[in-house]
């Protein structure tokens, strides 16, 4: 099977579910962690950023030079690399279920499933850790951490405009019905027009507004916390 021959179905209703959510969790884990070096012991299991020790698993890597990605399970090391595969090969089996047959290829190109939108995803299906992205010179290699038990709501409001900057980078469906459905699961009462994708958190007054171009792009996000607006 090609990726061309994906039946994508499922995973597209993934996205809209989890892409979102995943990448809010991934940016929370970085604001803890910021900048600091990396490195992974494959053969361990475990990720080290700065002083910080944590057990990861390898979802896969991305070839900057083909632009494709190439899950962890197919890579020629992945003999060596058995206690970081657990995540990478369960996922695999998704491939069995209808509309996820990118779980099962070896490898897929960028422009057909983006490999940060194939990682967010695959990080909220597995059980909702953060995946962290660590820049390996020719590759960039997608690890899921597997203690770090992260809320996405803790992002906070005044980060969302970055944050659907970021993801509309790299989504590859409807993104006002990803962000409705964001704003929904982090406690948003949400309402859409065609223009804009409105929320309103009884909870702490806080709101958003996120008015789209006719590309389907963000145009301007407003924001409204606890009384005192933000633009």
Request: glycine residues 10%; negative net charge; hydrophobic residues 45%.
């Amino acid at each position: 099977m090609t990726d061309e021959d994906l039946d994508l179905s499922a995973y597209d209703a993934a996205v809209i579910e989890h892409a979102l959510y995943g990448l809010a969790r991934a940016h929370v884990f970085e604001a803890i962690v910021r900048n600091d070096a990396s490195s992974a012991d494959l053969g361990a299991g475990t990720l080290r950023i700065g002083a910080r020790r944590f057990r990861a698993q390898i979802l896969g890597t991305f070839a900057k030079g083909s632009r494709t990605f190439l899950w962890a399970w197919a890579n020629p090391d992945a003999q060596d690399w058995g206690p970081s595969l657990r995540a990478a090969n369960s996922l695999r089996s998704l491939s069995w279920r209808t509309g996820h047959d990118v779980y099962g290829v070896r490898s897929v190109r960028e422009g057909q499933v983006n490999p940060r939108e194939l990682a967010y995803v695959s990080g909220e299906l597995i059980g909702g850790f953060p995946v962290y992205a660590a820049d390996a010179g020719p590759a960039t290699v997608f690890m899921l951490v597997s203690d770090a038990r992260l809320d996405p709501a803790d992002l906070g409001i005044t980060a969302l405009p970055r944050l659907f900057r970021d993801f509309e980078s790299f989504a590859m469906v409807d993104r006002s019905a990803c962000v409705a459905r964001f704003l929904a699961r982090i406690g948003f009462e949400v309402t859409s027009t065609d223009g804009s994708t409105s929320g309103w958190r009884a909870q702490d007054g806080a709101a958003v507004t996120v008015e789209w171009t006719a590309e389907g792009l963000v145009g301007a996000v407003t924001l409204t916390e606890s009384r005192a607006a933000t633009g």
